[in-house]
């Protein structure tokens, strides 16, 4: 099976661009730490949006645990959105942005995948088109290729799903989450004088 360049480079490119995210992290702070209830509001809203993040992405996980690359998926998370994943990856990559307290990450983060992911997504389609034919064509034309249309909703009463890949999804879901943590860990190094602030962001 074909993959395009843009998707065998998804993960290892996403991966580098949190690592890099996180060293700055380490030598910055908010300009707004402890001067306003700014920051409050802005880790409370990154952590609403990480949370629906990751539940989105284990409801996309159920869907596809076992399917994935055999069958056109249309159920689920996968009748709204044509890529349920990312935009829930968008939603988590905000929110995360949003938990350092700044505006700044958040639209850097935002601005990434605006660039990046529109390609990724294609690649994946093309590909998808080769496999399905008439079936993607049509399922194209009925379900946005992004942002969900929810009044498309349709679920099944009953789903078969295979643990083991489900099980292993799960990890990838709740990354998010475990960013949060590291995020208040870095906050609470600052804080102690552990590791120097040598620049505050806003």
């Not at 809203?45 to 869907?63: H, I, K, N, P, Q």
């Not at 829930?88 to 990434?112: D, K, N, Q, R």
Request: proline share 5%; glycine share 8%.
């Amino acid at each position: 099976m074909n993959h395009s360049i843009t998707e065998v480079l998804r993960i290892p490119l996403s991966r580098m661009f949190v690592l890099m995210l996180l060293a700055t992290l380490l030598l910055t702070s908010s300009a707004w730490e402890g001067v306003s209830i700014t920051t409050s509001v802005y880790f409370l809203l990154g952590c609403v949006l990480a949370g629906v993040a990751s539940l989105g992405r284990l409801w996309c996980s159920l869907y596809i645990a076992g399917y994935k690359n055999v069958s056109l998926v249309t159920k689920g998370p996968y009748s709204v959105t044509r890529n349920p994943l990312y935009f829930f990856s968008f939603l988590g990559g905000a929110g995360v942005g949003l938990a350092t307290e700044t505006l700044s990450v958040p639209l850097a983060v935002i601005l990434v995948m605006l660039l990046y992911y529109p390609a990724v997504i294609k690649g994946e389609e093309k590909r998808l088109m080769d496999i399905h034919g008439e079936e993607f064509e049509a399922y194209c034309r009925r379900t946005p290729a992004f942002f969900p249309k929810w009044s498309l909703l349709e679920e099944p009463q009953t789903y078969q799903v295979n643990p083991r890949i489900f099980k292993k999804n799960i990890f990838g879901a709740l990354w998010f989450i475990w960013l949060l943590g590291i995020l208040e860990l870095i906050e609470a190094m600052h804080e102690m004088g552990i590791l120097p602030v040598f620049w505050e962001i806003f």
